[in-house]
């Protein structure tokens, strides 16, 4: 299994599931959808509304690194739009377009990639000036699996806090392609 043939079906099904999260909240709770943008789950977390942004950044950040390719200017665009998120939250229907957006580059990237050589070397630096010396299968297991999961799952966090109905089904939508016929729990 290659880099990509792991990060682009889990950037794929995630996304997926967390674009379905936020519909189901805009659907259990519409006129509060949007104020749900700014919810945390504590005071020194970012709000919903970044960790939407930065699971749309760690996809697609993860992708240019595989494709061993600079980041471009809509990724640090997206990248501060999330930082900023807690004073400028926006609308459920522009996290769902990140969503979206991310979900289409994903997708048009995924044919191109080959997933590179697995040792061929990342260099991660993080805006603290830190920088690290990994190999290529090191950053996809160790560092963009958990960086996306962190953030989507916090996203699922939040929700649940706030009252939105989310339950196992919703975490793992994808698999439901994958259930025998006729083993569903009948209810």
């Not at 990509?4 to 709770?29: E, I, N, R, S």
């Not at 665009?77 to 769902?96: C, F, H, K, S, V």
């Not at 560092?143 to 989507?152: C, D, S």
Request: contains cysteine; glycine residues 8%.
């Amino acid at each position: 299994m290659t880099p990509a043939d792991f990060l682009v079906p889990t950037y794929v099904q995630m996304l997926t599931a967390l674009a379905g999260w936020l519909d189901k909240a805009q659907a259990q709770a519409p006129e509060q959808a949007d104020a749900l943008l700014s919810a945390r789950l504590v005071p020194d977390m970012f709000p919903l509304s970044t960790q939407v942004r930065f699971a749309c950044v760690q996809a697609q950040e993860g992708l240019f690194r595989l494709w061993d390719e600079a980041f471009p200017p809509a990724l640090t665009e997206l990248l501060d739009e999330g930082r900023n998120a807690g004073e400028a939250p926006g609308t459920m229907a522009q996290a769902r377009t990140r969503i979206e957006e991310t979900l289409s580059l994903v997708r048009s990237l995924s044919g191109d990639l080959d997933g590179g050589a697995p040792d061929r070397a990342v260099a991660h630096e993080l805006p603290t000036g830190m920088i690290f010396d990994l190999t290529l299968d090191q950053y996809v297991r160790d560092w963009a699996i958990g960086q996306f999961y962190f953030h989507v799952m916090t996203a699922y966090a939040i929700l649940r806090h706030r009252g939105i109905e989310l339950g196992k089904a919703d975490y793992v939508a994808h698999m439901f392609a994958y259930l025998r016929p006729g083993t569903a729990p009948q209810g």
